[in-house]
């Protein structure tokens, strides 16, 4: 029943958590990526913030990059045509700016900290995301 | 951020979650929407993913929270108590449909930059017009 694929998202997982407490421990701030990005490209104040932001960031991108370069390059696949990625990712950005998060600063830090907002949020994506995969799905085979 | 050793600390910490994107296949948005796609091939790695990085983070976040020495803002402390409201739910509800259209969240999206398609930029470009038409819908769901 367990699969690798299983294996390694648990183990991928704890790598994420683990991460996500450093950087608490680290900068006090939540290793939220929506908010991150957000603090880097939403009318960007230069100083800390932003400078943590901007080295994680780049880590994020340097640790995917150094990983696929010993492991092999991760096969990138999308389930749904690629014209969908503009309204897609336009709803994720002004989603998760009016929602002040996504899967990591509510799906696991949020969580992390029994935080009650954070649990009916990320409640609330799941299951719309489910929904909306569901909808699709049923209007594309009627 | 005074210091390179502080700038490194950021992107190795930033590198352990590039690392857990790539490695719990969270990077492809396919293996995202087969965890939404509860009704086709339904595919649970994003559980497993999700419980691997509460597992270690949980833990961590309360023993970094309970220690006076890290000096958390009180705005993280004091974010427990503070109420879901419109915002948080519409924020919440408009990612879902969006995270459903695309499989991708802002973390996969970022660590795919380490080997970029069309699609990664593309993606991205949206997300950033999203956060900046999100005080457009704060001024209309206050």
New interface residues.
């Given amino acids: 029943m367990l699969e690798p694929a299983h294996i390694n998202g648990a183990m991928g997982g704890a790598l994420i958590g683990l991460s996500a407490a450093l950087y608490l421990a680290l900068s006090g701030g939540i290793a939220g990526i929506s908010g991150l990005l957000r603090s880097l490209t939403y009318f960007p104040k230069p100083g800390k913030k932003l400078l943590s932001a901007l080295f994680f960031l780049l880590g994020l991108i340097g640790g995917a990059w150094a990983y696929q370069e010993l492991r092999g390059t991760a096969s990138i696949t999308y389930a749904f045509p690629s014209d969908w990625l503009i309204p897609a990712g336009i709803l994720v950005g002004a989603g998760t700016s009016l929602g002040s998060g996504c899967t990591s600063g509510h799906g696991i830090c949020g969580i992390s900290r029994f935080s009650p907002r954070s649990l009916i949020a990320t409640a609330t994506f799941v299951a719309t995301a489910i929904l909306t995969v569901f909808i699709v799905r049923t209007l594309g085979s009627a | 951020?005074k210091t390179l050793a502080?700038?490194l600390?950021?992107?190795?910490?930033?590198?352990?979650?590039?690392?857990?994107?790539?490695?719990?296949?969270?990077?492809?948005?396919?293996?995202v929407?087969?965890f939404?796609?509860?009704?086709?091939a339904w595919?649970?790695?994003?559980?497993?993913?999700?419980?691997?990085?509460?597992?270690?983070?949980?833990p961590?976040?309360?023993l970094?929270?309970k220690r006076p020495r890290?000096?958390?803002?009180e705005t993280?402390k004091q974010?427990?108590k503070?109420?879901?409201d419109r915002?948080?739910?519409?924020?919440?509800?408009?990612?879902?449909?969006?995270?459903?259209?695309?499989?991708?969240?802002?973390?996969p999206a970022?660590?795919?930059?380490?080997?970029p398609?069309s699609?990664t930029f593309?993606?991205?470009?949206?997300?950033?017009?999203?956060?900046?038409?999100?005080p457009i819908?704060?001024g209309i769901?206050k």
């Fill in positions: 951020m502080s700038i600390r950021h992107l190795l910490i930033g590198g352990l979650f590039g690392v857990g994107l790539v490695l719990s296949d969270m990077i492809n948005p396919a293996r929407t087969g939404h796609d509860v009704t086709g595919d649970p790695t994003l559980l497993f993913v999700m419980g691997g990085a509460l597992l270690v983070s949980i961590l976040h309360q970094i929270l890290h000096k958390i803002p993280i974010s427990r503070l109420r879901p915002q948080l739910i519409v924020g919440a509800i408009l990612f879902g449909i969006g995270w459903g259209l695309s499989g991708v969240c802002p973390g970022i660590a795919q930059l380490a080997n398609q699609e593309v993606f991205l470009l949206s997300v950033i017009g999203g956060q900046y038409l999100s819908l704060a769901f």
